[in-house]
């Protein structure tokens, strides 16, 4: 008898179809907790419960290994280890809090792995705690934020205790290896005060990088010892962010003129060369010094700061003409620094600073957004640095 494949479907059980079955299981449940009057969430819910039965079920499964035969087989009689009843605890988890009956067996060698002697949190409970401390919350919020919403009484000094966790990564972090070269780095500083004795605004720099295949990384954190002075940039040519420079004109003129005062500006700043925008500048002041004069001020105080970009190519500028990409990480930095107020010490502003920084761009639209206009800047660099950024790949 020949059968055809679409035949057999046809009478397949529906026990037999992995997904209908998923969804049958599931959907009964459910039905039955609507039906007892059981809450699908909260204390006692059908979650909970859920939750309960499944760690139980694999803690016993680990127990079945460890002593190797099933509860209840007679082929456990005389083995020397048997299991030897329950003992209770309570674990935190992502529904609240959940009593469980871990086994126990006699020789008191079993070593739980789901979840280990003295545990008393499942790790997504930890990754919970770490991901509202990098968006700002306090200590003090996310304890009341697990309080009122999972009804789990953590405490201020656990959660210190859970965000102590990140250190060591953040040490391997700070010293892992680098890239031989980096076509640019944007440093910046955010201050923050510790207590250390007294309250002082200590600063803490961030180096941003974009790498040769134009994606954006951040190198490293450093605490420095005081305020952020000339010293700290002897051995570097400093570049105003032009964006901010515009911006801050338009704080002396009426908001009617923006447009037209933008206009004029953009000559000076898109000149081929120092001299060239210096005549585009003259023109700027001739035409809106008048009206105007502390824009003409601002422009010629900067000047020195303004025109280092000028000697690169037109793609060059478009990536260093602006200190956009580091401002977006300090703003991540700031409101999770605020919302800290004081310090103890330096580690724990750095530990703040560090998962604030971790929990940006998950999606990578951020470095998506670098690399479609990066190729450009990439051959204007190479022309501009003689190879430089070959050589440093090799």
């Known amino acids: 008898m020949i059968v055809?494949?679409?035949?057999?479907?046809?009478?397949?059980p529906l026990e037999l179809q992995p997904d209908a079955l998923d969804d049958q299981l599931i959907g009964q449940l459910v039905d039955r907790a609507r039906a007892s009057g059981l809450q699908l969430t909260?204390?006692?819910?059908?979650?909970?419960?859920?939750?309960?039965?499944?760690?139980?079920?694999?803690?016993?499964?680990?127990?079945?290994?460890?002593?190797?035969?099933?509860?209840?087989?007679?082929?456990?009689?005389?083995?020397?280890?048997?299991?030897?009843?329950?003992?209770?605890?309570?674990?935190?988890?992502?529904?609240?809090?959940?009593?469980?009956?871990?086994?126990?067996?006699?020789?008191?060698?079993?070593?739980?792995?789901?979840?280990?002697?003295?545990?008393?949190?499942?790790?997504?409970?930890?990754?919970?705690?770490?991901?509202?401390?990098?968006?700002?919350?306090?200590?003090?919020?996310?304890?009341?934020?697990?309080?009122?919403?999972?009804?789990?009484?953590?405490?201020?000094?656990?959660?210190?205790?859970?965000?102590?966790?990140?250190?060591?990564?953040?040490?391997?972090?700070?010293?892992?290896?680098?890239?031989?070269?980096?076509?640019?780095?944007?440093?910046?500083?955010?201050?923050?005060?510790?207590?250390?004795?007294?309250?002082?605004?200590?600063?803490?720099?961030?180096?941003?990088?974009?790498?040769?295949?134009?994606?954006?990384e951040i190198l490293g954190l450093w605490a420095g010892d005081g305020g952020e002075g000339a010293k700290y940039w002897l051995q570097a040519v400093t570049q105003t962010?032009?964006?901010?420079?515009?911006?801050?004109?338009?704080?002396?003129?009426?908001?009617?003129?923006?447009?037209?005062?933008?206009?004029?500006?953009?000559?000076?700043?898109?000149?081929?060369?120092?001299?060239?925008?210096?005549?585009?500048?003259?023109?700027?002041?001739?035409?809106?010094g008048r009206k105007y004069p502390a824009i003409v001020r601002l422009w010629e105080n900067a000047w020195a700061e303004f025109v280092p970009f000028l000697s690169f190519d037109i793609e060059v500028r478009r990536v260093i003409c602006t200190t956009n990409a580091i401002e977006s990480v300090n703003a991540r930095i700031r409101k999770a620094v605020r919302s800290r107020g004081h310090f103890p010490n330096e580690q724990a502003a750095l530990k703040c600073v560090y998962m604030a920084i971790m929990s940006l761009d998950p999606t990578g639209d951020g470095r998506k957004r670098w690399m479609t206009r990066w190729k450009a800047a990439l051959n204007a660099f190479e022309i501009a640095f003689d190879g430089r950024l070959s050589a440093g790949r090799r």
């Open 4 to 12: 055809s494949a679409e035949a057999v479907e046809a009478v397949r």
């Open 42 to 216: 909260g204390a006692g819910g059908l979650l909970q419960q859920l939750t309960k039965t499944i760690l139980e079920s694999a803690l016993e499964g680990e127990m079945t290994d460890h002593l190797g035969y099933e509860k209840h087989d007679p082929v456990g009689a005389g083995s020397g280890n048997s299991r030897n009843g329950t003992r209770s605890k309570t674990v935190l988890t992502e529904v609240g809090p959940v009593e469980i009956d871990v086994p126990r067996d006699r020789e008191g060698s079993f070593e739980p792995q789901l979840v280990r002697k003295r545990q008393r949190r499942l790790s997504g409970v930890d990754e919970m705690v770490l991901s509202l401390s990098a968006r700002g919350l306090t200590h003090g919020e996310i304890s009341e934020h697990l309080a009122e919403v999972y009804g789990a009484e953590v405490s201020r000094q656990t959660v210190s205790t859970i965000t102590d966790q990140v250190i060591e990564g953040m040490s391997e972090w700070q010293n892992r290896p680098l890239d031989p070269v980096y076509p640019v780095v944007f440093i910046d500083c955010v201050h923050v005060k510790l207590r250390d004795g007294q309250v002082a605004n200590r600063p803490i720099y961030v180096a941003l990088a974009v790498t040769v295949e134009g994606t954006r």
């Open 241 to 288: 962010c032009i964006v901010h420079l515009i911006r801050a004109s338009f704080r002396y003129a009426a908001r009617q003129d923006w447009d037209k005062i933008s206009k004029a500006l953009k000559p000076v700043y898109t000149a081929p060369t120092e001299d060239a925008a210096l005549e585009r500048f003259v023109e700027f002041s001739e035409a809106w």
